[in-house]
């Protein structure tokens, strides 16, 4: 029998989350980046930075964002050192779009490649990335163990992945909060700003059914990554990993 896999809190086939995760995202585009300040209230701003920061980028590195949706990652990237050489990758076109209009609006139109294609589909060639960064996009990955694989074989030896994603709070009282919010107040401003309950339901579904931290440590370390760690942020509501190819 051919695998589930979570899509929110229903199980389906690796293809159908496929489509599935495709159409959120053609159905968030147009207002994906005015979602993400309303909902995070500007701050994911703020953890995005401390991403970057956490990139340690250097000149001439050679970068690839994946999953870099509206380009929020790839345009800090850029700002932080503009030497570089920047693929961007996703699935979703509408989203891709964004990215590119985004540099473009920026001012950067050099050494930076587009990719249209999921993580998991891709044969990147190997051994030529320092750094691969991925945000909030890894959640919504179909088959954990292939991205890594995929992302493993691309990286050069001492190259570096970066992965930020949502995670839940460990204190009783303060997961109980987030749950309520994430359940009740996302969706309902999904449903007036965006005219888009059911993604935004998605959102808070994916994220109550994704891995905890340590789970994805452990994965990281299985895909061969070393010196994996992670530290929380803002309340633990995200957490950045971070590890190295040997
Ligand atoms: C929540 S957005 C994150 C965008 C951006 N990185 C940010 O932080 O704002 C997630 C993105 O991941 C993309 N995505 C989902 N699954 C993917 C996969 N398997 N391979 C590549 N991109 C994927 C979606 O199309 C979407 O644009």
Redo the contacts with the bound molecule.
């Keep these: 029998m051919k695998k589930k896999v979570n899509f929110g809190f229903k199980k389906v086939s690796e293809d159908t989350k496929n489509l599935l995760?495709?159409n959120v995202?053609t159905s968030v585009a147009d207002n994906y980046d005015l979602m993400?300040d309303l909902m995070s209230l500007g701050i994911h701003r703020v953890w995005?930075n401390k991403m970057i920061k956490l990139c340690n980028l250097q000149d001439c590195q050679k970068v690839i964002d994946?999953?870099?949706?509206?380009g929020?990652?790839a345009a800090r990237l850029l700002k932080s050192e503009d030497n570089i050489h920047l693929t961007c990758?996703?699935?979703?076109l509408d989203?891709l779009s964004l990215c590119k209009n985004k540099l473009l609006d920026l001012g950067f139109n050099k050494n930076i490649d587009f990719i249209q294609s999921?993580?998991?589909k891709i044969k990147l060639d190997k051994n030529i990335f320092d750094l691969s960064t991925i945000?909030?996009?890894f959640r919504?990955?179909?088959n954990h163990a292939i991205?890594l694989q995929n992302i493993f074989d691309s990286l050069k030896p001492g190259g570096k992945i970066v992965i930020m994603e949502f995670s839940q709070p460990r204190d009783k009282n303060r997961n109980k909060f987030y749950d309520y919010h994430i359940h009740n107040i996302i969706p309902k401003i999904g449903e007036v700003i965006a005219k888009d309950y059911d993604s935004y339901k998605y959102l808070a579904e994916s994220i109550e059914t994704y891995m905890t931290p340590d789970e994805v440590t452990k994965i990281l370390i299985d895909s061969g990554f070393i010196k994996v760690k992670y530290l929380y942020l803002f309340g633990d509501i995200v957490t950045i990993h971070v590890g190295y190819k040997n």
Excluded: H, P, V, W
């Excluded at 994946?66 to 509206?70: E, F, M, N, R, Y």
């Excluded at 990758?89 to 979703?92: A, G, I, R, S």
């Design positions: 995760i495709n995202f993400n995005k994946i999953a870099t949706g509206s929020d990652i990758l996703d699935t979703n989203m999921s993580i998991e945000a909030f996009g919504n990955f179909t991205a």
